[in-house]
């Protein structure tokens, strides 16, 4: 049995602990929504008023040269790229990850001729699947096929073009072992593209040491970019020449101010680039990188580690006979950086908690997902998220009317 000073205790030791005060983290709020919404660095909006009022205002549109506005696609594709394994010059961050997913499997498809088919999971986020069903759709020449997990390996047979998996599902926190599938997907001639939407800011990615063909991801989750930020898209730097744009906008174009009417991609990664950066997303996504880039992430993934299995461990003890099961690996080296509960009343269960101040989501049809950003949350947040989990649980306060009506964002 713990007790809420050995909590105390870990948060003492933590070389994060000072991290989350770059963070504004409200006031009797345990935020376990980090995975959805990462939580605001002090230093954004300073940096988003200066943007707006000092270089929109000021320079206008001089800004895009004076103030490096164009280069921000590429400025932070290089700095992501050094939290996934990449090298500079293999990620930009562009569009969103439903946009950037189009771009890599249609471009994906176009690499391997004869090859129709695009593997997924069934249990892939659905934006994944809507978007490879819809570009397959389009196409009429390609077929998607979704397996479940366990059928991955079998599936990959020779009509595969490409193979787009996420790193860590969605729902139960469960790892993929990137190296070995890629290792699989090269083996049998197709090509492998990676959502690194619960991953990339979470634990050590390695694209390269993976051989991974392409990346996608999403800004506002674990980088802390704010509601609708810029995502990214990562394509190995062996397949860049080959690879023919489906969006091929004017700011992939080889030359986009000599405004010829004839497309010629850009050399390299600029080439995937479709319209105009969203400027003052950029600004705001780069401060919460620049946090990233400051820590170590092995540092990270193991305090999340921990955090993730004194959840368990707690819940475990506290919430026995409750209704909760487990619905994430045990094995914190299984698990991404979350930790998930089944009941059959989940959804009212988190409003109840969300009533509480722990804040963490619910996931159709029945899990409770509470993620686990080691920048600004500490030990003892866990110790009092799952106190109050038992007392919801115990008193049943989730039954009040007020917890059962279903939002639009859950
Ligand atoms: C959050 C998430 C997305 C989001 O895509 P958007 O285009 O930003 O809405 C896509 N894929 C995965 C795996 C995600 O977790």
Not at 155 to 179: K, N, P, Q, W
């Amino acid at each position: 049995m713990s007790d809420r000073q050995s909590f105390e205790r870990l948060d003492a030791e933590d070389s994060l602990a000072s991290v989350r005060d770059l963070f504004v983290v409200p006031d009797k709020v345990i935020y376990l929504d980090g995975n959805s919404l990462g939580a605001l660095p002090r230093a954004t909006p300073e940096r988003v008023r200066a943007l707006i009022e000092d270089e929109w205002g000021v320079s206008l549109i001089r800004s895009w040269n004076a103030h490096g506005w164009i280069q921000y696609p590429r400025k932070l594709g290089d700095k992501i790229a050094s939290l996934v394994g990449a090298r500079p010059g293999e990620v930009v961050a562009a569009d969103s990850t439903s946009v950037n997913l189009f771009k890599l499997l249609a471009a994906a498809l176009k690499l391997r001729p004869g090859r129709n088919v695009i593997v997924s999971e069934k249990e892939n986020f659905p934006t994944d699947l809507y978007i490879a069903q819809g570009l397959t759709e389009m196409l009429g020449t390609h077929e998607l096929r979704m397996v479940t997990r366990d059928e991955l390996i079998e599936s990959i047979d020779d009509d595969v073009a490409v193979v787009s998996l996420t790193h860590v599902d969605f729902r139960t926190g469960e790892l993929h072992d990137m190296r070995e599938l890629t290792r699989r997907a090269h083996e049998s001639g197709a090509l492998i593209l990676w959502d690194l939407s619960h991953s990339a800011g979470a634990l050590p990615v390695d694209l390269e040491d993976a051989q991974a063909d392409f990346a996608v991801g999403c800004g506002y989750k674990y980088l802390n970019g704010g509601p609708g930020a810029p995502a990214y898209l990562y394509a190995a730097e062996r397949h860049h020449d080959a690879m023919q744009p489906p969006l091929s906008g004017w700011m992939g174009h080889v030359a986009p101010f000599a405004f010829d009417t004839d497309y010629r991609p850009a050399p390299g990664i600029e080439r995937q680039l479709c319209g105009t950066p969203s400027v003052m997303a950029m600004a705001a996504l780069e401060v919460g990188l620049d946090i990233l880039l400051d820590v170590d992430m092995d540092v990270v993934r193991k305090k999340s580690q921990r955090m993730g299995d004194a959840f368990i461990e707690l819940v475990g003890e506290q919430c026995a006979g409750l209704g909760l099961s487990i619905a994430c690996p045990t094995d914190s080296a299984a698990r991404g950086s979350q930790v998930s509960f089944s009941h059959e009343a989940g959804y009212s269960i988190m409003q109840a908690l969300v009533a509480r101040g722990v804040i963490g989501d619910f996931r159709a049809p029945d899990v409770l997902r509470f993620g686990l950003t080691p920048l600004y949350l500490r030990h003892v947040d866990i110790w009092d998220a799952v106190a109050i989990l038992k007392d919801v649980l115990v008193t049943e306060s989730y039954l009040r009317p007020e917890f059962q009506k279903r939002q639009l964002v859950t």
